[in-house]
């Protein structure tokens, strides 16, 4: 197959606007037209290729606003290169991630995307692009996010955690802010009390609590509120909008649902993990619970609910993974007898739009809304939109193949992320991708990998297209 000319048959096809009977036609790498199955004008694209989607879901290509390929962290590095990570990504029917360079200490911005740049040319297999961490708000590093934003790096993460590493301070963050302000770029915040949290992970730790499930513990869901609150007060007096990464706790979806209760542009990501995992798997026997720490930290499993219901009110708008695997053999166990050495990720990049259309099957989300917080929210919220996120004509012919009905069991066993464990080993979810365009070019081709390192682009973004 070739990226000339693909049609597309018998889908249902699903944006999320629309649920429409409808065939496809790519041309040259895009959409070129909808029209109904058995139209005069669908029975006119004869030349090309067909895809039978007959009884299949037709949608979007995934993205996914937040992961960490190769990403240095607790003294070791994420498993996942750009190269696996996104050939990952492609089999769980995800053709865009947004990774996120980061500045190093003592360094620009520009170096620290200069460095992810080179991690990430010709190895990708669906396109990408970047987010960037500014870990130390400086004259110099505030000039060159207005520099970014020009170029397509259109956002940037701060950290309220991990003081000493990425950590910056209120005042940090309000002049980050300002800038952000006044050059179209959106703030995303990592939003726990890591000041507070480092007393009680040295309180636990004396306490001789140092299994895995204390992580959880000391990272307390007031201390997440609290954090969600005052980023959104600095972000309202900088006049900025904000963006909350990984919410898991309650209590910061309603901080997030009493801002926008007020009309403030501020908006709020959550993650698969935190819908479909709980407190109860970071407290798995021996050591197993390693494999679930990761910051913000799972939470009891009551937290998802307001999760579930926060992405059926538009509280919360977007699921992307924080993908930042490490394995449990040689990394996590860098945290044996000591829950703070554990590096906090989790893996999850191939896991997403399954989990989430589980979520569809268990009556959780509509279909369309599925689209709309996997595909097209993320889209819009980076500046990707129309290219990214829907079938329409001109957008990227970046298209999924998805059998709603195909049972799987994930298993690290079967799955392609760089990780030797799963953290849904023996979930049995409905629904499996079946084939993947990216750019009209097949990647997975009825579940066989027939994409290639360097076929995904950079993508530069535009702003977000939230704001008002
Ligand atoms: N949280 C994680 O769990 N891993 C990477 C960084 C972060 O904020
Ligand atoms: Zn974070
Ligand atoms: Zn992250």
Same mark, same amino acid.
Request: proline share 4%; with cysteine.
């Given at each position: 197959?070739?990226?000339?000319?693909?049609?597309?048959?018998?889908?249902?096809?699903?944006?999320?606007?629309?649920? #429409?009977?409808?065939?496809?036609?790519?041309?040259?790498?895009?959409?070129?037209?909808?029209?109904?199955?058995?139209? $005069?004008?669908?029975?006119?694209?004869?030349?090309?290729?067909?895809?039978?989607?007959?009884?299949?879901?037709?949608?979007?290509?995934?993205?996914?606003?937040?992961?960490?390929?190769?990403?240095?962290?607790?003294?070791?590095?994420?498993?996942?290169?750009?190269?696996?990570?996104?050939?990952?990504?492609?089999?769980?029917?995800?053709?865009?991630?947004?990774?996120?360079? +980061?500045?190093?200490?003592?360094?620009?911005?520009?170096?620290?995307?200069?460095?992810?740049?080179?991690?990430?040319?010709?190895?990708?297999?669906?396109?990408? %692009?970047?987010?960037?961490?500014?870990?130390?708000?400086?004259?110099?590093?505030?000039?060159?996010?207005?520099?970014?934003?020009?170029?397509?790096?259109?956002?940037?993460? #701060?950290?309220?955690?991990?003081?000493?590493?990425?950590?910056?301070?209120?005042?940090?963050?309000?002049?980050?802010?300002?800038?952000?302000?006044?050059?179209?770029?959106?703030?995303?915040?990592? %939003?726990?009390?890591?000041?507070?949290?480092?007393?009680?992970?040295?309180?636990?730790?004396?306490?001789?609590?140092?299994?895995?499930?204390?992580?959880?513990?000391?990272?307390?869901?007031?201390?997440?509120?609290?954090?969600?609150?005052?980023?959104?007060?600095?972000?309202?007096?900088?006049?900025?909008?904000?963006?909350?990464?990984?919410?898991?706790?309650?209590?910061?979806?309603?901080?997030?649902?009493?801002?926008?209760?007020?009309?403030?542009?501020?908006?709020? $990501?959550?993650?698969?993990?935190?819908?479909?995992?709980?407190?109860?798997?970071?407290? &798995?026997?021996?050591? &197993?619970?390693?494999?679930?720490?990761?910051?913000?930290?799972?939470?009891?499993?009551?937290?998802?609910?307001?999760?579930?219901?926060?992405?059926?009110?538009?509280?919360?708008?977007?699921?992307?993974?924080?993908?930042?695997?490490?394995?449990?053999?040689?990394?996590?166990?860098?945290?044996?007898?000591?829950?703070?050495?554990?590096?906090?990720?989790?893996?999850?990049? $191939?896991?997403?739009?399954?989990?989430?259309?589980?979520?569809?099957?268990?009556?959780? +989300?509509?279909?369309?809304?599925?689209?709309?917080?996997?595909?097209?929210?993320?889209?819009? #919220?980076?500046? =990707?939109?129309?290219?990214?996120?829907?079938?329409?004509?001109?957008?990227?012919?970046?298209?999924?193949?998805?059998?709603?009905?195909?049972?799987?069991?994930?298993?690290? &066993?079967?799955?392609?992320?760089?990780?030797?464990?799963?953290?849904? $080993?023996?979930?049995?979810?409905?629904?499996?991708?079946?084939?993947? =365009?990216?750019?009209?070019?097949?990647?997975?081709?009825?579940?066989?990998?027939?994409?290639?390192?360097?076929?995904?682009?950079?993508?530069?973004?535009?702003?977000?297209?939230?704001?008002?």
């Amino acid at each position: 197959m070739t990226a000339t000319r693909t049609v597309i048959r018998g889908g249902l096809v699903i944006t999320a606007a629309d649920e #429409m009977h409808a065939d496809v036609l790519i041309e040259g790498g895009r959409i070129a037209a909808l029209a109904a199955h058995d139209s $005069e004008t669908a029975a006119g694209w004869t030349a090309g290729t067909v895809i039978d989607a007959t009884g299949k879901y037709v949608i979007p290509g995934g993205v996914d606003g937040h992961t960490h390929m190769e990403m240095p962290f607790g003294g070791t590095t994420a498993s996942d290169t750009f190269e696996t990570g996104t050939r990952a990504a492609a089999w769980g029917g995800t053709t865009t991630i947004v990774d996120f360079a +980061i500045q190093g200490v003592g360094k620009s911005l520009r170096s620290g995307l200069d460095a992810w740049h080179a991690k990430a040319d010709a190895q990708c297999a669906v396109d990408y %692009a970047f987010h960037m961490i500014v870990s130390d708000v400086n004259e110099h590093s505030l000039k060159e996010m207005d520099i970014l934003v020009e170029e397509g790096v259109t956002s940037f993460k #701060m950290f309220m955690a991990y003081p000493g590493v990425f950590y910056s301070d209120d005042g940090q963050i309000l002049r980050a802010m300002q800038r952000a302000a006044g050059n179209g770029g959106l703030t995303m915040m990592h %939003a726990e009390n890591g000041i507070a949290i480092d007393v009680l992970v040295q309180q636990a730790l004396e306490a001789g609590k140092t299994d895995p499930r204390y992580h959880g513990e000391v990272r307390h869901a007031l201390l997440e509120a609290e954090a969600t609150h005052r980023a959104i007060q600095l972000a309202r007096v900088a006049g900025a909008p904000l963006y909350i990464v990984h919410v898991s706790a309650q209590q910061a979806v309603a901080e997030l649902t009493a801002a926008r209760d007020l009309g403030l542009n501020v908006f709020g $990501e959550t993650c698969p993990q935190y819908l479909f995992l709980s407190t109860d798997n970071l407290a &798995e026997p021996g050591f &197993e619970g390693a494999k679930y720490v990761c910051s913000t930290p799972l939470r009891p499993r009551e937290h998802q609910a307001a999760l579930w219901q926060g992405l059926r009110t538009n509280d919360l708008q977007v699921v992307s993974t924080d993908h930042c695997p490490f394995c449990f053999t040689g990394q996590k166990d860098m945290g044996v007898g000591d829950f703070s050495k554990i590096p906090n990720g989790m893996p999850g990049v $191939e896991n997403r739009m399954d989990l989430l259309h589980q979520g569809v099957v268990d009556g959780h +989300i509509s279909r369309r809304r599925w689209i709309e917080i996997a595909c097209a929210t993320p889209a819009r #919220m980076f500046g =990707l939109y129309p290219r990214k996120g829907t079938i329409a004509p001109g957008a990227d012919a970046d298209v999924v193949i998805y059998d709603p009905h195909a049972e799987q069991v994930m298993s690290a &066993e079967t799955h392609h992320m760089n990780v030797d464990y799963s953290a849904y $080993e023996g979930k049995r979810t409905t629904g499996r991708v079946e084939t993947v =365009l990216s750019r009209g070019v097949p990647v997975i081709e009825d579940r066989s990998y027939v994409g290639r390192a360097g076929h995904g682009q950079y993508t530069p973004r535009g702003i977000c297209q939230y704001l008002i």
